[in-house]
């Protein structure tokens, strides 16, 4: 047993044994001869005599006087202080803990894989107009070589583009899906005016010049100025997919996919591994729709998975959420000047609830030099665009998008 200081007096870690007593009679302890014969507890302390009203002692105080009144015999807690010290030893715990978790995501960041998706982007580049929103161009695909050089950089396709606007509240995000067969202006060159180049499906932007070329072409397409690049490798959201447990997933209609095996997926609730899920987002050729269904599949994956990480326990049990954090960075390639901490800190508060998916206006799909393409519907596009980057896009949600209907929910 260490040695301690109590407010009882201090001892050396040994209590004396009973009749420990010196030549000249008197307790080593140093306590009246009453107390001589046992060892000294909180019970015996302060000696009789020196307690006010005690034997020998001074009258107590009046009831609800003074600092020492007794409750039975007993000094009073001082509960404020001990509230005080409760209060002080929770916030450098907190401290702590947010250092080590401020670490922890550094680490993270470290660990994600990145690229300059912004090389000599300048010319005609749009001016960020609100500093508190963010424009974030998610890219999603089957492959993880965006740095790819230019003559084999369509190895390297986007099966997937959304514009994620983030409002300067940080409360809620719009995706806006931009079919990868729109018919656009592709710039001639990452540095080229936006007026340059040729006409063709803006999923031909990477092959023209990678990620690079794709970032100028959506910034000319919707005047909007992307803060941070995102690209996803859905094949690497099998295992973000797995790490949750699985999804579910509301399957429209049965279908059978063209991919091995074969896996069918029939109408109704089904849930679905990593690799089913990723399966089943990739399938279009059997809907009426094509890839609008396919668009229309992947916004509901992904907040299928936003709503498992929020309702399974993933985000406040460090296990599960670390086995979720490096599945994302493992399937995530991003610019360098994204922050992983930074994007964590701001947007900590996001829900699938407060995320709206929108498809970018369009006039369906129409042949054009022999060719499959997706038509922009531009006035309508240019209003929505418009609203991303002055962050208005509550006004246009308000005066485009449907109402919730009466029986919602019911």
């Not at 000599?120 to 508190?132: Q, W």
């Not at 050089?149 to 997937?160: F, G, V």
């Not at 994007?343 to 042949?367: C, E, H, K, V, Y």
């Not at 665009?385 to 208005?392: E, P, Q, S």
């Amino acid at each position: 047993m260490s040695a301690t200081t109590s407010p009882y007096g201090s001892s050396s870690g040994r209590a004396s044994a009973p009749g420990s007593e010196s030549r000249s009679g008197a307790n080593r302890s140093g306590l009246p001869g009453g107390y001589r014969d046992r060892p000294a507890s909180r019970e015996d302390w302060p000696p009789r005599g020196a307690v006010p009203g005690g034997p020998g002692g001074p009258p107590p105080p009046g009831p609800g006087r003074g600092p020492n009144r007794t409750y039975r015999g007993k000094r009073k807690p001082r509960w404020g202080r001990i509230a005080l010290l409760a209060g002080v030893a929770v916030i450098i715990i907190g401290v702590v803990a947010a250092i080590s978790l401020y670490g922890y995501a550094n680490g993270l960041d470290k660990d994600i894989k990145r690229t300059d998706a912004f090389s000599e982007i300048t010319n005609g580049r749009p001016a960020k107009t609100v500093d508190g929103a963010l424009n974030i161009l998610i890219v999603g695909s089957d492959s993880r070589d965006p740095d790819a050089a230019e003559d084999k950089s369509n190895a390297w396709r986007a099966d997937t583009l959304m514009l994620m606007h983030i409002p300067e509240d940080h409360k809620t995000a719009q995706l806006v899906s931009i079919p990868r067969d729109l018919y656009v202006t592709i710039p001639s060159a990452n540095d080229a005016a936006c007026s340059s180049g040729s006409r063709n499906k803006i999923n031909a932007s990477f092959a023209f010049g990678g990620l690079p070329r794709a970032v100028h072409t959506v910034e000319c397409l919707t005047d909007v100025h992307i803060d941070n690049v995102a690209a996803i490798d859905f094949g690497g959201f099998k295992e973000v997919t797995d790490a949750l447990g699985g999804v579910d997933l509301q399957i429209d209609q049965q279908i059978t996919s063209i991919h091995k095996p074969y896996r069918v997926f029939k109408k109704g609730l089904m849930h679905l591994t990593g690799a089913q899920a990723l399966d089943y987002v990739r399938q279009r050729k059997q809907f009426a729709q094509g890839d609008f269904t396919r668009i229309r599949h992947q916004q509901e994956f992904l907040k299928a998975l936003l709503d498992k990480a929020a309702s399974t326990g993933t985000l406040t049990n460090p296990s599960k959420l670390n086995s979720f954090l490096k599945a994302v960075t493992a399937a995530v390639t991003v610019d360098n000047n994204f922050s992983l901490t930074d994007m964590a800190l701001q947007f900590r508060n996001l829900r699938s609830d407060n995320l709206t998916f929108i498809t970018s206006p369009n006039l369906g799909g129409q042949t054009i030099g022999g060719q499959s393409v997706v038509v922009s519907d531009k006035p309508k596009a240019l209003a929505l665009y418009k609203a991303v980057a002055a962050d208005k896009m509550d006004e246009w949600m308000t005066a485009n998008l449907p109402k919730p209907s009466a029986s919602a929910g019911k």
